[in-house]
């Protein structure tokens, strides 16, 4: 049931798995189904996907293709079907200025999100990464919002550089390390790769929680090894979305090319499915 008391309690239990010992996962649903079936198989927190909401709505991917009212309103079914805490993938703040962070931030927190991300990329792809300073101001304007809320809301501050065309780790962990000053809870860099870049960013902003993504083509760390890198957080990102969707082009291209129906051996059985969602 969605009341304040459980609001409170889901951000409590949000904020200790970041403080607790040993790394977690948590998984991007992309819509309230997807966020009960992951519920049930026993995660302990999800994240919203923006990438999974876009191709939901048919849409690409991107800074603009799905609006924040859009965005607020998918948390929204997601959070009324879960007792889970769940985070949001905010995007950039749906807007440039520090004001407009602040305020994706309240009204994030007013849906009952138990966290969110604000990141430095601007959409734009002639100047895809915010100006350093301005990026710290951001985060900043999103962490003062983040403490004014009633139950501890965790604000995850994402570096963009390596997923825009800017391979430059050292700009990162300075913009890491900037918005670990300012508050910022958990700190994400997408597009790490190697066992170095992730030892040296959990080094930089220690002893502040590391988000990394996995399930991205190329991924071969196990949850043992980032563990033992220093990571406490893993996310998924648009792969689970991109599983699914890779399991419904198989069934299709099957029915189109040769005209025979195997794919519903593997498919899902309707009772369970219908069970799952009846409870």
């Known amino acids: 049931m969605r009341t304040e008391n ?6 409590e239990e949000f904020r200790a798995l970041h ?24 995660f302990k927190a999800l994240a919203t996907t923006s990438a999974g909401l876009a191709y939901s709505l048919a849409k690409p991917d991107g800074h603009a293709a799905i609006t924040r009212e859009q965005t607020l309103q998918n948390v929204q079914s997601i959070i009324n079907v879960t007792d889970l805490p769940v985070s949001a993938d905010l995007e950039n703040g749906f807007g440039d200025d520090p004001l407009k962070c602040a305020q994706t931030i309240r009204l994030a927190a007013n849906t009952g999100l138990s966290g969110g991300s604000i990141e430095d990329a601007t959409g734009d792809p002639n100047d895809p990464i915010y100006p350093f300073e301005l990026s710290v101001d951001r985060i900043k304007a999103a962490v003062e919002a983040a403490r004014s809320q009633p139950y501890p809301f965790t604000l995850t ?15 990162t962990i300075k913009r890491l390390v900037a918005y670990a000053d300012a508050g910022a809870d958990v700190l994400f860099a997408p597009g790490l790769k190697t066992k170095e870049e992730i030892e040296t960013v959990v080094k ?30 893993v996310s998924m990102g648009s792969s689970l979305v991109r599983a699914a969707y ?4 198989k069934a299709v291209e099957e029915i189109l090319q040769k005209g025979t129906f195997s794919f519903a051996d593997d498919a899902k059985p309707y009772a369970d ?6 409870n």
């Open 246 to 249: 890779g399991g419904f082009f």
């Open 19 to 42: 403080q607790r010992a040993g790394i977690f996962v948590i998984p991007n649903p992309w819509d309230a189904g997807s966020a009960r079936i992951l519920e049930t198989l026993g």
């Open 157 to 171: 501050a994402r570096a963009e550089n390596l997923i825009h065309g800017r391979p430059d780790l050292k700009d």
């Open 6 to 11: 459980s609001f409170q309690r889901r951000a």
């Open 273 to 278: 499915l219908n069970k799952l969602f009846s």
């Open 204 to 233: 930089a902003v220690s002893p502040k929680p590391v988000n990394v993504i996995m399930g991205l083509t190329g991924d071969n760390f196990s949850l043992n090894m980032l563990e033992d890198m220093g990571v406490k957080r």
